[in-house]
């Protein structure tokens, strides 16, 4: 059940953002009385699996979930090739418009997703407003992965800023570290100021360490399960503790280790109770459990909000929009650095059904679409001859040079960029698919 609803919310934002994508080629096309031929959610060889006719264009979906597409009439594209082109041009055909209305109809889709993006971080910031953990209220610092030690952190540490920049939300250090290729980490260690500086050949490493940082809080019980080895020890709701074995710890994960570490035998705990201190011996189950349910994370570090009117949600909406492009456009540059490896985080569909949640949640839905609206306009800006991009750098060499390609010279770019097209995708899915196995 949880799947099928990853799947629903992944179907339902990938054909909003495909329409609303394909009408922004459709709106400029009408604008500038270019006949629409077809306007197809999903593509359809073959067949299709609804259809229909409304004056002159054929709205549909297709059975293969890759996209969508407008079809216009005299322009070679995935559905048509020169042998398409042979007929005496049409005013109403695409190649016969002049080079700027052709750029703006190219450029629609793009236009459309970012301005979808904006909408929805407009609402988002009027409806639930900004909510995120600040990284002053983390008291106790974070903990770090193997790689984090080698690096040079350290269980505890405090961020205070990077590259010299003061550091706000504490979901956005980590990928600030790694997108921005960060060299020197402020932390505060003990009293003292330290700084930690990360190699340029750590950052493929780092692409690939999920785990690397989380802020410490303490392991403090809210519920004791029945009959097991906690509540038959005496562990209580409100129980913190402050020692495992005799070796003092207080934080969630260090605490967790421990108990797993000792499946099926027994586990000393020293638990503060109020004023109170007391040492209990509890029974570790064969899956290193010892039935208690921990206190959320908001009771430790409190989620901040800022709330915004209508009126005010509109240039937060703009700026969040910007901020999401340039972040994107960063990652995607370290795709083309073969050092950072980060080719190997690329990721089909499998990988964005992943970051929906397993139940339905508006905010999550609208805030994923807006993310991957911003992808989607960024991706298909690219000069890639298939996606807006490609067409869009043949009509800016017209404009330039004043002479426009060939139809022979569009058919084989937009050949090559399909294949392009395909190969990545492959290699996505058997990306997701190597993450699956290992």
């Known amino acids: 059940m949880d799947i099928l609803m990853r799947i629903v919310q992944l179907v339902a934002c990938l054909s909003l953002l495909v329409i609303v994508h394909e009408f922004g080629h459709f709106i400029f096309a009408k604008i500038f009385k270019v006949r629409v031929e077809k306007f197809y959610l999903f593509f359809n060889p073959w067949f299709s699996l609804f259809k229909f006719r409304k004056g002159e264009t054929e709205y549909g979906i297709g059975w293969l979930p890759l996209g969508g597409y407008v079809s216009l009439a005299g322009m070679i594209d995935e559905t048509k090739s020169t042998k398409d082109m042979e007929s005496t041009p049409q005013p109403w055909e695409f190649r016969s418009k002049p080079a700027w209305q052709r750029l703006l109809i190219m450029a ?34 974070y903990s770090f992965n193997e790689l984090a030690h080698e690096i040079g952190f350290e269980d505890g540490d405090r961020i205070v800023s990077l ?6 939300d504490i979901s956005e250090i980590y990928s600030t570290m790694v997108i921005e290729q960060v060299k020197r980490v402020e932390v505060l260690r003990g009293g003292d100021t330290v700084n930690v500086f990360i190699r340029a050949d750590y950052t493929s490493q780092m692409l690939n360490s999920s785990d690397f940082m989380f802020p410490r809080i303490p392991f403090e019980v809210a519920n004791v399960v029945a009959d ?12 913190r503790v402050v020692a495992v074995d005799g070796v003092e710890m207080f934080a969630v994960e260090d605490v967790r280790g421990s108990i797993a570490a000792k499946k099926g035998e027994n586990v000393e705990l020293v638990v503060a109770r109020g004023d109170m201190i007391d040492t209990l011996s509890v029974a570790v ?34 700026v969040r929009t910007g901020e999401e492009i340039a972040s994107y456009w960063d990652q995607l540059k370290l795709m083309f650095k073969p ?14 059904g992943s970051i929906f949640p397993d139940t339905w949640d508006w905010f999550m839905f609208w805030r994923i679409a807006a993310l991957l609206s911003v992808v989607f306009a960024v991706m298909n800006i690219l000069p890639i001859p298939g996606l807006d991009g490609g067409h869009i750098v043949f009509v800016l060499w017209e404009i330039v040079t004043g002479k426009k390609p060939s139809d022979k010279v569009l ?28």
């Open 228 to 239: 097991g080895g906690a509540a038959m020890a005496g562990v209580l709701p409100n129980d």
């Open 108 to 141: 629609g889709g793009v236009l459309m997703n970012v301005v979808l993006a904006c909408c929805i971080y407009i609402g988002i910031s009027y409806a639930w407003g900004e909510r995120y953990f600040d990284n002053k209220d983390v008291q106790w610092g």
């Open 339 to 352: 050092k950072t490896e980060a080719y190997k985080s690329l990721g089909s569909f499998i990988a964005i």
């Open 163 to 168: 590259d010299g920049e003061p550091v706000g």
């Open 285 to 318: 189950s064969p899956e290193g459990m010892i039935g208690v349910e921990l206190k959320p994370f908001e009771n430790f570090i409190p989620v901040q909000v800022r709330e915004y009117g209508f009126w005010e949600s509109i240039p937060v909406g703009f």
């Open 411 to 438: 058919e084989y770019a937009q050949m090559v960029g399909m294949i392009l097209l395909f190969a990545l995708m492959i290699f996505a899915f058997g990306n997701d698919i190597r993450r699956f196995i290992l």
